[in-house]
């Protein structure tokens, strides 16, 4: 089988492929055969070196495959099963904990940029019967983080409003989702060409932060205040996030795009009763109820665009280009 490892730290040319004896499920575990990955900031961070890793390691938090053999004692699971990974293969439910957070995909574990792997049954969820592998790819990280700001998180309800920043694929699956339950969605992109597919993807209103710098007043003042802000860039967004907020709303803190370097304004905090949490990803409980929804809303991804397996440097260079709108995914071939 074909696999992806990470040779040595720094750059998107030390990711190499290699082959591999395909392995065999212990009890307790499936051999899955993936199928579809896509890719996430954090794997961006990876594959550049920004995230040390151990050499050897198999890169990418997100896979999305089909089970074709099971071990000993499994009974969840059949061959044939369409099935996703978790980003915390650890962290079943309940609150995180050093310990069921320790272990993440394509970082502290080896991920899915490989044909086939064996996998802890446990450490899977479905996918949703109507997405196809290249869709389900998008779900463990990106569509995850979203869930978890607008419904664990920020207890999102109808007719409440988010605020929304960029096009990558985190934030469009917020648009979509927080549509899906009646809330009012703020959107900022710095290109008019975006904004306007924002726009068509359902965005209510939409500013340029480009050419507004204090777009976070701007956005209250049109709003009254938005309910839940999810920040992305950290170090030259979250001033604005904070002033964006109404009295009492919630700022979820999701993506250091920028610098995890931010000033902070405190007595706007204060004063404002705004809440902020900072968190990654979920856990499976989460995953499995963001699926449930997903189906019954019929609720898909936006896919920017699609490369082949030996692509997948090529697929970085693209998202290290800013141009895409939406997920990036690499696919698997027969």
């Avoid at 394509?106 to 996918?127: K, P, Q, W």
């Avoid at 934030?171 to 992109?189: D, E, H, R, W």
């Avoid at 008019?192 to 965005?203: C, I, S, V």
């Amino acid at each position: 089988m074909k696999t992806y490892q990470v040779s040595k730290p720094g750059g998107f040319e030390n990711l190499k492929i290699v082959e591999q004896a395909t392995p065999s499920p212990a009890a307790g575990e499936v051999l899955v055969r993936w199928r579809a990955t896509s890719l996430n900031f954090h794997d961006f961070m990876v594959g550049v070196g920004g995230i040390s890793v151990e050499e050897s390691r198999v890169p990418m938090s997100d896979g999305a495959g089909e089970v074709v053999a099971v071990g000993d004692g499994v009974s969840q699971w059949k061959e044939g099963d369409k099935v996703l990974s978790l980003f915390f293969p650890e962290w079943l439910d309940g609150k995180p904990t050093g310990e069921n957070t320790q272990a993440m995909s394509g970082d502290t574990v080896d991920g899915f940029a490989t044909e086939f792997s064996s996998v802890d049954a446990n450490s899977l969820t479905r996918m949703p019967s109507n997405y196809t592998f290249e869709e389900a790819a998008t779900l463990p990280c990106a569509a995850l983080t979203a869930w978890r700001a607008l419904v664990v998180e920020g207890n999102l309800q109808a007719g409440q409003s988010i605020l929304v920043q960029g096009t990558g694929g985190m934030s469009l699956f917020a648009l979509k989702i927080a549509k899906a339950l009646g809330a009012y969605v703020y959107a900022t992109s710095s290109s008019e060409e975006k904004m306007a597919r924002l726009k068509d993807l359902g965005a209510d209103e939409v500013f340029n932060y480009r050419t507004d710098k204090e777009w976070g007043k701007t956005i209250a003042e049109r709003s009254g205040g938005v309910d839940h802000v999810l920040d992305m860039g950290a170090g030259t967004t979250l001033k604005q996030s904070i002033a964006a907020t109404a009295i009492g709303g919630h700022i979820a803190i999701i993506g250091i795009l920028d610098s995890p370097i931010a000033e902070l304004d405190v007595i706007s905090l204060i004063l404002g009763h705004k809440r902020m949490s900072g968190f990654a990803v979920g856990n499976k409980e989460m995953q499995e109820d963001m699926i449930a929804l997903l189906e019954a809303k019929d609720v898909h991804p936006v896919i920017d665009r699609s490369f082949a397996f030996d692509e997948l440097g090529k697929a970085f260079e693209h998202q290290a280009s800013g141009s895409h709108f939406g997920k990036i995914t690499v696919t698997y071939e027969d």
